[in-house]
């Protein structure tokens, strides 16, 4: 296959784009475009630890140690020790929070139904399948050097 044109631009355009357009939306919660995802992960699973956000959100932990700090800082996350293991915290939504959580929600489709403009159900399924494959490409090369 003869690829002239690379898809990465177009990701990373993407990418960077949606976080303008969450980070203007966010802005009145003081929520940054790093965090929402965090802020989220927590609210659909409570009394997740910082390495299991780490692994299900595919990010590094000083990423998450930093976003997760900041939404602490602003009264949304807590920590508690985790009884089965003191090495760790778990974290979970403070009721600020869980007040937040809706807010977000919503600002999240709106962002989202903006961004899928002219796109039916099954483009968007194919888009979303093709997407997989490549990252799975990718992940296995980098796992395999």
Do not use: C, F, W
Not at 36 to 51: C, D, G, V
Not at 61 to 89: C, F, M, Q, S, W
Request: cysteine-free; charged content about 25%; proline content about 3%.
């Amino acid at each position: 296959m003869d690829i002239t044109e690379s898809y990465g631009k177009y990701i990373s355009a993407i990418y960077r784009y949606q976080q303008i357009l969450i980070s203007s939306e966010l802005a009145p919660y003081r929520i940054g475009s790093g965090q929402y995802l965090i802020l989220m992960a927590i609210a659909h699973k409570e009394s997740i630890t910082q390495k299991a956000l780490s692994e299900e959100l595919l990010l590094d932990k000083t990423t998450i140690t930093k976003a997760t700090a900041k939404l602490e800082a602003e009264g949304y996350v807590r920590r508690e020790p985790d009884p089965a293991d003191n090495r760790y915290h778990l974290l979970y939504l403070t009721e600020a929070g869980g007040d937040v959580i809706p807010k977000v929600k919503e600002a999240l489709n709106r962002v989202s139904n903006q961004s899928l403009v002219g796109i039916n159900e099954d483009e968007y399924a194919l888009m979303l399948s093709l997407l997989k494959k490549v990252l799975g490409n990718m992940s296995e090369l980098v796992r395999n050097g």
